[in-house]
C-alpha cells in the first residue's frame, strides 16, 4: 500500500508542474516567441478528448464487451481522417470571425441570434456538467484504491469535505482555469499557457497507459499472443474476439455517436477551433490525431483480458488498469498510472471549464445584463472587469458544481452511463453546426426547433431515466413510461424496442432534430442579416468569404468617438486604440480627422467586440451606437448572385494572373537587390582595403620613416580598419534582424538621459566640420524599451544629419517630446534635404540619396534600414520629411510599452 502523503505530495507536486508549464508558455508568448504555434502540440491538445473515461473505462467497457470500446476512437479517426475539409472550414470561419465558443459559432451563423447562442449554452451545460463530475470521480475512486488496495473503498459521500483530497484537486483546476483561462478579455485570444499544459498532460497519458500496458503484456505475459491465447481457452473470454450479430446496430451508432462528439463537444471546439494558430496544423492533424488515438488504445483488449483473468469479478473492470501494477506490488508503476489519469481528467476538466464559462458569460449572462436598463450598464465606462468577474465565478462554479454532483450521485448508475450521455447531448448541435457551413437555406427558425426537438428526445428517452435507475425519480418511469403510457416507455419509445438505451435515444433524439431542422428551414424565409451569414459561413473558402468585404452588407455610418468608446467599455483602452490605430494604419487614414465612421470601421468594431462578448452581443452593441441598417434582402440577393456570376467566370483567371504577377515581381525585386548588394558592399570594401594596403605598403617599404608621419599613416590605417569593421557590423545586423536571432533586452530606461549619451557619442563628429547641435529635451517618465538599439537609431540620425549639412555653416536640431506613453524624438538639419521621390524609399537597403557619380556619400546605405527595422520591432514609427524652412527632418515615436 502506497503511503497517503506521498500521493498527496506527488499529486499537488504534479499540478503545480502544471501551473509552472502554462506560466512558461505565457510568458514565451507575451515575448513573441510562441511555443504552441507547431502541429504537434495541436494535434496533443486535441487529445483531450481522451478523457479518464478512455484512460480507466476503455478497458472497463472492453473487459465486458470485448471490441465494444473500439467504435468510440474509430468516429474521431473517420472525422478527421475523412472530413478535414469541414474542420479546416470551421477553423478558417472561427479566425476570420472571431469565434468564442459554439454557442458563438452556431449564433453568429443564424444571423447572429441571442436566443439561439443561449438555447446552445443551456443545452451544453445541462448535458457537459455532468461528464466534469465523471472525472472527479474517477480521480476519488483512483484515489481511495491506491490508498487501500486491497480493500474495498468507501463511497465518497462517506468521507468528510474537508478530508476529501478530491476538492483539492478541484480547488486546484479551478483555480488552473481562472488563473490561464481569464488573462485575457478577448475570448477568442489564444490561451497558450493552458494550451501548452494540456499538450503535456496529453503526452503525461499517453506515457502512462503504455507503460501499464508493456508491464502487463510483456512483463505479466509472453506478449499479445499469450493473453489471447490463454483467454480463448475461457468460453467467457472467447466471446470478446467477436461482434455479435445484434451487436452491429450499437456499433454503427456508436460511431456516428462518436463522430459527432467529437465535433461538437465544447472542449473540442475550444482546442480546435478557438485555440488554432495556423489553418495549417488541420493538414497535420489528419494523420497524427489517428496515430495518437491507435497508440493510446493498443494495450485496451490486453489489459482487459488480463484483468479479467486476473480478478474476475472481484475488482471494477474500470480499475483494472490500476489493480494490475498494485496486485503485483509494483507501486512506482501505479504511482505512475494515477498521475496518467489525473492527467486525463485535469485536461478534460480545465478546458470544458474554460470553453462553458465563455459561453454562460457571452451568450446567457452578458446578453441578460445589456437588456436590463436599470443596472445602468450602458452609462458604465469600463465593462471589462465584470466580463472578467462572470467567466472566473462561472469556472468555480461549474467546478464546484462537478464535485457536488460527485458528492450527491456517489457510485450510482446515472455517473456510470454519463459519458455517452453527454456525448448524446453534444451531438445535438451537430445539425445546426454541420448544415450551417454546407447548407445556406438553413434558417435560425429551423435551427431552433431541431435543438428543442433533439434536447427534448434526449432529456426524455437518456437523462431521466438514467436519473430514474439512479433512484432521484420513481423507477416506474424508466420501466413503465410516462403515465404508464407504454407507447411512451423511454427505452422503447413509440415501440422502438430492442437498442441499447444510447442507440435508442441517438436514433430518436436525431431523427426529431434532423427532420425539425430541414423541415422548419424548408417552411420559414431568412431575414437579410441570416442571408448575410449563411453566404459568408458556407462560402468561407472561396474569394467572397469573410476575408473579402462583409462590410459591403451593411450601409450607414457611425460617429468614430462613440464606436471607439464602445470598444473601450469591453476590451480596456488598450486594446481599443491599438485595433483603430491598426485599422487606419492599413489604409493611410488619419484617425484624428475622421468623425464619422463608414461601414468598414463599423463591421472591425463589431469583430473586435465579438472576441469578447460574442457575436450576437456584438451586433447589438454596435447597432445602439449606429446610424444604419442592413441592406435589404433584395439587394442582398443581388451583391451575392453577382458575386457568384463573378466567380463563375473570373476566379482561376485572377488566381493565375495573381501568381504570375507575385512571381515576377519577386523575381524583379531579387535580381535589383542582388545588383545593389555586390555593387554596394564591393564598392564599400575594396575603398577601406585599398587605403589599409597602399599605407601599410609604404610603412613596411620606409622603414626609416619620420615617427611623426608614421604615426599619421598608422592613424590613417587605424581609421579605415574602423570603416571596414563598421560596414560588416551592419551587414551583420540586417542579416540579424532579418532572421529574427537579435536578442532585445527590454528594461526601464530615461529618455533623456539616453538622448544625453548619444549627443556625447557624437560631440566629436560635429566639432570636425563645425556643425553646430543644438537640443530640446523634455524630462519624461521612464519607458521599456532596448536602450542599446534606442541609441543605435540616435547615434544613426545624427551621423546622417552631421554628414549632409555644409561644414562651418551647418546646423542640427535634436528635439525629444511626449507622445502618448511614450516618446517622440526629431533631428532636423539645414542640409538640402530630400527628393519627394525619396522620403519613402529613404529607408530601404542600401539606398543612398545623392548622386551616383559625384556625390555620393558614405556609407552602406544599411543604417537608416536597420533603424527602420528596429523602431517597429519596439512598437514604434519613423518617417522623413521635408523641414519648411529647408533641409530633411527624420523623426520616431516609441511607446511606453513594446508590443513585443
Known amino acids: 500500500m502506497i503511503s497517503g502523503p506521498l500521493v498527496v505530495a506527488v499529486s499537488i507536486a504534479y499540478l503545480l508542474v502544471l501551473f ?28 483531450v478528448f481522451c478523457t479518464s473515461w478512455t484512460f480507466y473505462g476503455s478497458v472497463g467497457r472492453a473487459a465486458q464487451g470485448g471490441l465494444a470500446f473500439l467504435p468510440i476512437y474509430l468516429g474521431p479517426t473517420l472525422v478527421v481522417a475523412l472530413s478535414g475539409v469541414i474542420i479546416g472550414k470551421m477553423v478558417h470561419i472561427g479566425r476570420s470571425h472571431r469565434i468564442t465558443s459554439i454557442a458563438d459559432f452556431i449564433s453568429a451563423r443564424y444571423g447572429k441570434s441571442t436566443v439561439l447562442g443561449g438555447i446552445v449554452t443551456i443545452i451544453a451545460v445541462t448535458g457537459i456538467m455532468p461528464y466534469i463530475s465523471l472525472q472527479l470521480k474517477a480521480v476519488s475512486t483512483t484515489l481511495t484504491a491506491l490508498l487501500d488496495w486491497p480493500n474495498a473503498s468507501s463511497p465518497i459521500a462517506d468521507i468528510p469535505i474537508l478530508g476529501d483530497t478530491v476538492l483539492l484537486v478541484a480547488l486546484f483546476l479551478a483555480a488552473f482555469a481562472i488563473l490561464f483561462g481569464t488573462r485575457h478579455i478577448d475570448a477568442s485570444e489564444h490561451h497558450q499557457g493552458m494550451v501548452l499544459a494540456i499538450a503535456f498532460e496529453s503526452v503525461v497519458k499517453l506515457v502512462a497507459f503504455l507503460a501499464v500496458g508493456g508491464f502487463v503484456t510483456y512483463h505479466l505475459h509472453d506478449g499479445f499472443a499469450d493473453i489471447f491465447l490463454k483467454a480463448a481457452e475461457n468460453p467467457d473470454l472467447r466471446r470478446l474476439f467477436t461482434i455479435q450479430g445484434s451487436a452491429y446496430g450499437d456499433w454503427v451508432a456508436l460511431v456516428v455517436l462518436s463522430m459527432l462528439a467529437f465535433t461538437c463537444l465544447p472542449r473540442q471546439f475550444q482546442v480546435t477551433v478557438v485555440e488554432n494558430t495556423d489553418r495549417r496544423h488541420v493538414d497535420r492533424m489528419v494523420w497524427l490525431f489517428p496515430l495518437y488515438l491507435l497508440a493510446i488504445n493498443i494495450f485496451v483488449l490486453p489489459v482487459a483480458l488480463a484483468g479479467r483473468m486476473a480478478f474476475g469479478d472481484q475488482v471494477s473492470p474500470d480499475l483494472y488498469v490500476l489493480a494490475l501494477p498494485l496486485s503485483q506490488g509494483a507501486e512506482a508503476l501505479a504511482l505512475l498510472v494515477f498521475l496518467g489519469g489525473l492527467s486525463a481528467a485535469a485536461s478534460m476538466v480545465i478546458v470544458e471549464t474554460i470553453a462553458l464559462s465563455t459561453m454562460v458569460c457571452n451568450d446567457l449572462v452578458m446578453p441578460l445584463l445589456l437588456r436590463l436598463r436599470w443596472l445602468g450598464l450602458a452609462q458604465s465606462p469600463d465593462l471589462s472587469g465584470l466580463l472578467l468577474g462572470i467567466r472566473r465565478v462561472t469556472m468555480a462554479m461549474v467546478v464546484l458544481l462537478g464535485y457536488a454532483y460527485v458528492r450527491l450521485i456517489g457510485d450510482s448508475y446515472a455517473l456510470v452511463t454519463i459519458g455517452l450521455t453527454s456525448f448524446a447531448a453534444a451531438a445535438q448541435f451537430a445539425p445546426a453546426l454541420i448544415g450551417g457551413i454546407l447548407w445556406k437555406g438553413a434558417t435560425e427558425k429551423g435551427a431552433l426547433a431541431g435543438l428543442l426537438a433533439g434536447f427534448t428526445i434526449w432529456l426524455y428517452t437518456l437523462l431521466l431515466p438514467n436519473f430514474a435507475r439512479s433512484g432521484w425519480l420513481p423507477v416506474e418511469f424508466a420501466e413503465q413510461g410516462l403515465a404508464g403510457i407504454d407507447f411512451l416507455k423511454p427505452y422503447a419509445l413509440f415501440g422502438l424496442s430492442g437498442l441499447e438505451p444510447v442507440t435508442h435515444s441517438l436514433v430518436w433524439s436525431m431523427l426529431a432534430n434532423l427532420g425539425a431542422y430541414v423541415l422548419v428551414s424548408l417552411l420559414t424565409g431568412h431575414t437579410a442579416m441570416e442571408r448575410i451569414q449563411a453566404s459568408l459561413f458556407v462560402d468561407a473558402l472561396r474569394p467572397t468569404g469573410p476575408a473579402h468585404g462583409r462590410s459591403r452588407f451593411w450601409r450607414g455610418t457611425a460617429s468614430v468617438s462613440e464606436l471607439r468608446a464602445l470598444c473601450v467599455r469591453f476590451v480596456g483602452l488598450d486594446s481599443a486604440d491599438r485595433a483603430f490605430t491598426h485599422w487606419a494604419a492599413r489604409r493611410g487614414i488619419d484617425l484624428d480627422r475622421l468623425t464619422e465612421a463608414d461601414s468598414e470601421l463599423v463591421d472591425m468594431a463589431e469583430t473586435l467586440l465579438a472576441g469578447a462578448i460574442g457575436t450576437a452581443s456584438a451586433r447589438v452593441m454596435v447597432a445602439s451606437v449606429s ?53 554596394t558592399v564591393t564598392h564599400e570594401l575594396r575603398t577601406p582595403l585599398t587605403s589599409i594596403r597602399s599605407f601599410s605598403e609604404i610603412l613596411f617599404d620606409n622603414p626609416a620613416m619620420d615617427e611623426t608621419q608614421r604615426q599619421e599613416f598608422l592613424a590613417i590605417v587605424i581609421k579605415e580598419s574602423e570603416r571596414l569593421t563598421r560596414l560588416i557590423n551592419q551587414v551583420l545586423d540586417m542579416a540579424k534582424l532579418e532572421s529574427g536571432r537579435m536578442t532585445w533586452v527590454i528594461a526601464p530606461v530615461s529618455p533623456r538621459a539616453l538622448v544625453e549619451d548619444c549627443v556625447a557619442a557624437t560631440q566629436a563628429l560635429f566639432e570636425d566640420k563645425n556643425v553646430v547641435l543644438e537640443t530640446d529635451l523634455a524630462d ?44 517622440r524624438l526629431s533631428v532636423d538639419d539645414n542640409g538640402p534635404g530630400l527628393p519627394p521621390q525619396a522620403l519613402e524609399t529613404v529607408f530601404d537597403r542600401f539606398l543612398q540619396v545623392g548622386d551616383t557619380m559625384t556625390n555620393k556619400p558614405k556609407g552602406t546605405g544599411l543604417g537608416l534600414a536597420i533603424s527602420k527595422t528596429i523602431v517597429e520591432h519596439l512598437g514604434g514609427r519613423i518617417w522623413a520629411e521635408n523641414g519648411a524652412q529647408g533641409g530633411a527632418v527624420f523623426t520616431f515615436t516609441l511607446p511606453g510599452q513594446p508590443n513585443s
Do not use: C, H
Open 627 to 679: 446610424k444604419g441598417e442592413v441592406v435589404g434582402l433584395d439587394e442582398v440577393m443581388e451583391i451575392l448572385d453577382e458575386a457568384s456570376q463573378v466567380i463563375a467566370y473570373s476566379q482561376r483567371l485572377e488566381a493565375a494572373t495573381a501568381e504570375l504577377k507575385a512571381a515576377n515581381e519577386r523575381l524583379k525585386e531579387l535580381d535589383r537587390m542582388k545588383d545593389d548588394f555586390i555593387s
Open 780 to 823: 519624461l517618465p521612464d519607458i521599456a524599451t532596448d536602450a542599446d538599439k534606442v541609441m543605435q537609431v540616435v547615434i544613426n540620425l545624427l551621423s546622417n544629419a552631421v554628414k549632409f549639412v555644409e561644414a562651418d555653416s551647418g546646423r542640427v536640431f535634436l528635439r525629444l517630446t511626449r507622445e502618448g506613453d511614450g516618446i
Open 20 to 47: 509552472a508549464i502554462a506560466w512558461i508558455g505565457d510568458r514565451r508568448a507575451a515575448q513573441g516567441r510562441s511555443l504552441i504555434d507547431n502541429s504537434t502540440t495541436y494535434v496533443l491538445s486535441m487529445a
